[in-house]
């Protein structure tokens, strides 16, 4: 029930008040102002709000706008083949790009259903005033949720708090102050004062999602004490703990966990699951190169899109941190015999291993397996199957915090895994870097050692702690992409930060020539720009 509830009415009913709007055929207008007007209805509204999660979590646009184009990650073999231009700041991304119009469009639809699940919710009789108030907090969170995405990833955009009924086609762009300030910001502190410290089925939000969400927003607004004191209340206000060893969190069998603040729910229904959780392949290097290593459901569908770069390997000391091996698969056993440097392998024997550090020619040549190493040099220019990027970037660790071994094929794209949004990790972090900003580097330095406590290797917990001396911008977004690397966060802190331009430049090849001052925002989706009637009020960001 926990996977499937949410999204059961999450197709008719959107389309009833948002999506055929924006296709400017307002049919099914009465279905909405009937059903919409009772509790069921209002209800069925909210869990179609929630469904344009699905439209971004666990999507391949997701990645590519939030992970790729930084210091950490680069295209991968077939980031190059399919879409190179997000990560490489092409020329040719432009607002005819396909992943910037879907998302796009998925957060202005999801907007919309908030709008009119809000606006709709006070004249519906039949609810105590305490449950439209949470239909409302739960509304206000998700809209919250989808302009923050939307002003990060394109600044200044069009924004209405109202449903749209009917055919619009004027549009205007409002200042990214005004967004936080009229939108964002009061709908979070709506949801805190509004929704249950428990939810009343998994998968909603309530109100420490809605604290550690603002604290997020906080952080990047740099209100610092008010970043502070949120992440601070979600680790001391609720019972979110931790989960030990690192490696285990992401475990698919369990996904329901006390570290897991709020997720986006799939399932292995395929009824209710739509196209699933994809992430599970994006992250996949072709192993089948390997003669003793055929397609199968545990190792995943290789899609190749993303390369770490080479900074991002040297952030991890593998004798102490445990995240390496947590959050990576770096060994891979065969499942068909054969044979490799003139040793047979059977199936189950070691076929692959890939190490961050260099190794001889000579143990790589007396190796029963596929050795791969890591020599520092650039990841994408390896042509080899020896090292880190070889054969042409498809020699790469596995991102393992998305893998799917549950899938019902060996090429099924619908995974069934929840996306974690928040998690506990995060609200340290966030703690960590806002004491440190209001120069607080003692109480800093003790929220970054917890994580980094729970991320060490058995035995290993003292070496791992930190003094306030060895805290820095630098040591920050470091620990942070140590610690969140894949969660679609790190194009987000590079721009927060200020430190996209330096860090793209210093530490992703592929992007360093051609990032400009005017890739801190998106294009605004060329349909979006030829729709409106109104162009001289709309206009396209600088430089696309």
Same mark, same amino acid.
């Given at each position: 029930?926990?996977?499937?509830?949410?999204?059961?009415?999450?197709?008719?009913?959107?389309?009833?008040?948002?999506?055929?709007?924006?296709?400017?055929?307002?049919?099914?207008?009465?279905?909405?102002?009937?059903?919409?007007?009772?509790?069921?209805?209002?209800?069925?509204?909210?869990?179609?709000?929630?469904?344009?999660?699905?439209?971004?979590?666990?999507?391949?646009?997701?990645?590519?706008?939030?992970?790729?184009?930084?210091?950490?990650?680069?295209?991968?073999?077939?980031?190059?083949?399919?879409?190179?231009?997000?990560?490489?700041?092409?020329?040719?991304?432009?607002?005819?790009?396909?992943?910037?119009?879907?998302?796009?469009?998925?957060?202005?639809?999801?907007?919309?259903?908030?709008?009119?699940?809000?606006?709709?919710?006070?004249?519906?009789?039949?609810?105590?005033?305490?449950?439209?108030?949470?239909?409302?907090?739960?509304?206000?969170?998700?809209?919250?949720?989808?302009?923050?995405?939307?002003?990060?990833?394109?600044?200044?955009?069009?924004?209405?708090?109202?449903?749209?009924?009917?055919?619009?086609?004027? /549009?205007?762009?409002?200042?990214? =102050?005004?967004?936080?300030?009229?939108?964002?910001?009061?709908?979070?502190?709506?949801?805190?004062?509004?929704?249950?410290? +428990?939810?009343?089925?998994?998968?909603?939000?309530?109100?420490?999602?809605?604290?550690?969400?603002?604290?997020?927003?906080?952080?990047?607004?740099?209100?610092?004490?008010?970043?502070?004191?949120?992440?601070?209340?979600?680790?001391?206000?609720?019972?979110?703990?931790?989960?030990?060893?690192?490696?285990?969190?992401?475990?698919?069998?369990?996904?329901?966990?006390?570290?897991?603040?709020?997720?986006?729910?799939?399932?292995?229904?395929?009824?209710?699951?739509?196209?699933?959780?994809?992430?599970?392949?994006?992250?996949?290097?072709?192993?089948?190169?390997?003669?003793?290593?055929?397609?199968?459901?545990?190792?995943?569908?290789?899609?190749?899109?993303?390369?770490?770069?080479?900074?991002?390997?040297?952030?991890?000391?593998?004798?102490?941190?445990?995240?390496?091996?947590?959050?990576?698969?770096?060994?891979?056993?065969?499942?068909?015999?054969?044979?490799?440097?003139?040793? =047979?392998?059977?199936?189950?024997?070691?076929?692959?291993?890939?190490?961050?550090?260099?190794?001889?020619?000579?143990?790589?040549?007396?190796?029963?397996?596929?050795?791969?190493?890591?020599?520092?040099?650039?990841?994408?220019?390896?042509?080899? +199957?020896?090292?880190?990027?070889?054969?042409?970037?498809?020699?790469?660790?596995?991102?393992?915090?998305?893998?799917?071994?549950?899938?019902?094929?060996?090429?099924?794209?619908?995974?069934?895994?929840?996306?974690?949004?928040?998690?506990? =990790?995060?609200?340290?972090?966030?703690?960590?870097?806002?004491?440190?900003?209001?120069?607080?580097?003692? +109480?800093?330095?003790?929220?970054?050692?917890?994580?980094?406590?729970?991320?060490?290797? /058995?035995?290993?917990?003292?070496?791992?702690?930190?003094?306030?001396?060895?805290?820095?911008?630098?040591?920050?977004?470091?620990?942070?992409?140590?610690?969140?690397?894949?969660?679609?966060?790190?194009?987000?802190?590079?721009?927060?930060?200020?430190?996209?331009?330096?860090?793209?430049?210093?530490?992703?090849?592929?992007?360093?020539?051609?990032?400009?001052?005017?890739?801190?925002?998106?294009?605004?989706?060329?349909? +979006?720009?030829?729709?409106?009637?109104?162009?001289?009020?709309?206009?396209?960001?600088?430089?696309?």
């Amino acid at each position: 029930m926990k996977r499937s509830l949410l999204y059961t009415f999450a197709l008719l009913l959107s389309l009833s008040s948002c999506q055929e709007i924006l296709e400017e055929n307002p049919v099914g207008l009465a279905t909405a102002d009937s059903h919409y007007a009772t509790p069921k209805g209002l209800e069925d509204g909210l869990k179609a709000t929630y469904s344009y999660l699905r439209g971004f979590y666990g999507r391949e646009e997701a990645f590519f706008l939030t992970i790729t184009g930084t210091d950490i990650f680069t295209n991968g073999f077939g980031g190059v083949t399919n879409y190179p231009d997000i990560n490489n700041y092409s020329p040719n991304f432009l607002g005819t790009n396909a992943f910037v119009t879907s998302v796009w469009n998925n957060f202005y639809r999801g907007i919309n259903q908030a709008n009119a699940v809000i606006g709709r919710a006070p004249a519906v009789s039949g609810l105590s005033t305490t449950r439209q108030e949470q239909i409302i907090a739960e509304a206000r969170f998700l809209r919250a949720l989808y302009y923050f995405h939307l002003v990060q990833q394109f600044g200044d955009v069009h924004f209405t708090l109202q449903e749209t009924i009917g055919v619009e086609t004027t /549009a205007k762009r409002t200042p990214v =102050a005004t967004i936080y300030q009229e939108g964002i910001i009061p709908d979070l502190r709506y949801a805190i004062e509004h929704l249950p410290t +428990q939810a009343s089925e998994y998968g909603r939000v309530n109100k420490p999602a809605a604290e550690a969400l603002l604290a997020r927003v906080q952080l990047t607004l740099g209100n610092w004490a008010e970043a502070e004191q949120l992440a601070q209340r979600v680790i001391n206000g609720y019972n979110y703990q931790l989960v030990k060893p690192f490696a285990r969190l992401w475990d698919i069998n369990n996904e329901v966990n006390s570290e897991v603040i709020w997720s986006v729910q799939y399932t292995p229904d395929p009824l209710t699951n739509g196209e699933g959780n994809m992430a599970h392949v994006l992250f996949v290097w072709d192993y089948t190169f390997n003669s003793t290593m055929v397609r199968d459901i545990a190792n995943g569908r290789p899609y190749q899109r993303f390369l770490m770069t080479n900074y991002f390997i040297k952030l991890f000391n593998t004798s102490r941190d445990a995240r390496w091996d947590g959050s990576f698969k770096t060994v891979w056993l065969a499942n068909q015999a054969g044979v490799i440097n003139g040793k =047979a392998v059977a199936p189950g024997d070691t076929s692959i291993k890939i190490v961050n550090y260099p190794v001889s020619d000579a143990q790589k040549s007396q190796a029963p397996y596929w050795l791969i190493d890591f020599r520092d040099n650039w990841v994408g220019s390896i042509t080899g +199957q020896t090292e880190i990027g070889g054969l042409s970037r498809r020699c790469f660790p596995v991102l393992k915090k998305y893998l799917d071994p549950l899938r019902t094929s060996v090429n099924a794209l619908d995974g069934r895994r929840d996306f974690i949004v928040i998690r506990l =990790a995060e609200m340290y972090l966030i703690a960590g870097e806002a004491a440190w900003r209001q120069n607080k580097s003692t +109480q800093a330095a003790s929220y970054f050692n917890v994580v980094r406590s729970r991320a060490a290797q /058995a035995g290993k917990e003292n070496e791992m702690l930190i003094s306030p001396d060895d805290l820095s911008l630098d040591f920050i977004l470091d620990e942070r992409a140590r610690e969140l690397v894949g969660e679609l966060d790190r194009w987000y802190d590079l721009k927060r930060t200020g430190q996209l331009l330096e860090r793209v430049r210093k530490y992703n090849r592929d992007a360093a020539p051609n990032i400009k001052e005017m890739h801190l925002v998106r294009p605004i989706p060329q349909t +979006q720009i030829d729709r409106v009637s109104n162009p001289g009020d709309f206009l396209q960001n600088p430089g696309y």
